[in-house]
């Protein structure tokens, strides 16, 4: 089980009214707390520029919606190299980005291809680099 156990870095969230979103035509409620949290990667650009990571962001929204025909962003989180959390679906939404896992997790996806270049560098003290994965951690490779 993958836990996130420390998330008072969230605090510092960028949220979807900051970063201009589209509003979702539809929510389904998550029943919280959920036992899993999953990591993923966008596959997409890294973020090297400051306006690098809301674009990107609304580009993902943009393909989810308009040619996944999901009914928002798949992702509850997505993190930026430049330190920052994005809000997708939020806490209490339930996601689209692990089918079969969408009602009993959370999905966490790190902005950029770490395919080639798995090393992500979140500025030191950021939001996104104080959050910790803590107790034990089994990592579950979902096709």
């Given at each position: 089980m993958l836990l996130l156990t420390s998330v008072v870095w969230l605090l510092a969230l960028c949220t979807v009214s900051l970063v201009g979103a589209r509003?979702?035509?539809?929510r389904v409620p998550l029943r919280t707390p959920v036992p899993y949290?999953?990591?993923h990667h966008t596959a997409g650009n890294r973020c090297y520029t400051p306006a690098s990571p809301s674009r990107q962001?609304?580009?993902i929204q943009n393909y989810?919606?308009?040619?996944?025909r999901w009914p928002d962003i798949g992702y509850t989180f997505l993190i930026g190299e430049d330190g920052r959390v994005?809000?997708?679906r939020g806490w209490s939404t339930m996601g689209?980005?692990?089918k079969n896992w969408n009602q009993k997790s959370l999905g966490f996806s790190f902005l950029g291809n770490f395919s080639k270049s798995p090393q992500f560098h979140a500025p030191p003290?950021?939001?996104a680099e104080a959050w910790v994965l803590d107790g034990p951690v089994e990592f579950l490779w979902l096709d």
């Open positions: 509003p979702p035509k539809s949290v999953i990591l962001r609304g580009g989810h919606m308009d040619y996944q994005y809000e997708g689209a980005h692990a003290g950021s939001p």
